[in-house]
T-cell receptor, first 115, second 108 residues
Framework: EPEVTQTPSHQVTQMGQEVILRCVPI?????FYWYRQILGQKVEFLVS????????KSEIFDDQFSVERPDGSNFTLKIRSTKLEDSAMYFC?????????????FGPGTRLTVL | KNEVEQSPQNLTAQEGEFITINCSYS?????LHWLQQHPGGGIVSLFM???GKKKHGRLIATINIQEKHSSLHITASHPRDSAVYIC??????????FGTGTRLQVFP
């Protein structure tokens, strides 16, 4: 069964460093998403991506964040200068059609720890 | 106020018990999702529904659009059902809005 994959599973970085979280969505899916979950809190939407551009972003997704689909299979989330409060579990998801009426498939997550 | 509220926050059950988790929402939705999050953190989609009722194995999800309420039922619960169950809604945009989750523990 096709699945969303994410690498790495755990990333430890120093404050101020850049990190890139990688995702491989399900191959025929068209919509891609990043969510984050701070430990003990609910999952929060970061950004959605369709047709090679951001379709929606939350207020969390400031200038420190960027997303890219560099090669037609990978979907990346970059944090330019990490802060302590960026420590969280980051989930990638994909869906065949827009989320409004379509199931999203989630990756296993990347746990980011900023020291 | 949270747009998606779940109750209870924590639930403990004995194996075999019938379990109900509730979700209320305050926004207009196009669909409601029930998700399962295991201790390792991974999230699995259980149901997506916009009306009526869906059943998959021992899991049943219902939604009442007029009352803005959904329930997830687990029949004949088992220790392997222990997880966090999350209600999320999609509106007319791309994002999902999540509830805080219900932590379920089923003991043998």
């Amino acid at each position: 069964e096709p699945e969303v994959t994410q690498t790495p599973s755990h990333q430890v970085t120093q404050m101020g460093q850049e990190v890139i979280l990688r995702c491989v969505p399900i191959s025929n899916h068209l919509y891609f998403y990043w969510y984050r979950q701070i430990l003990g809190q609910k999952v929060e939407f970061l950004v959605s991506f369709y047709n090679n551009e951001i379709s929606e972003k939350s207020e969390i997704f400031d200038d420190q964040f960027s997303v890219e689909r560099p090669d037609g299979s990978n979907f990346t989330l970059k944090i330019r200068s990490t802060k302590l409060e960026d420590s969280a579990m980051y989930f990638c998801a994909s869906s065949l059609l827009a989320a409004a009426n379509n199931e999203q498939f989630f990756g296993p997550g990347t746990r980011l720890t900023v020291l | 106020k949270n747009e998606v509220e779940q109750s209870p926050q924590n639930l403990t059950a004995q194996e075999g018990e019938f379990i109900t988790i509730n979700c209320s929402y305050s926004v207009g939705i196009s669909a409601l999702h029930w998700l399962q999050q295991h201790p390792g953190g991974g999230i699995v989609s259980l149901f997506m529904l916009s009306s009526g009722k869906k059943k998959h194995g021992r899991l049943i999800a219902t939604i009442n659009i007029q009352e803005k309420h959904s329930s997830l039922h687990i029949t004949a619960s088992h220790p392997r059902d222990s997880a966090v169950y999350i209600c999320a809604v999609s509106t007319n945009t791309d994002k999902l809005i999540f509830g805080t989750g219900t932590r379920l523990q089923v003991f043998p």
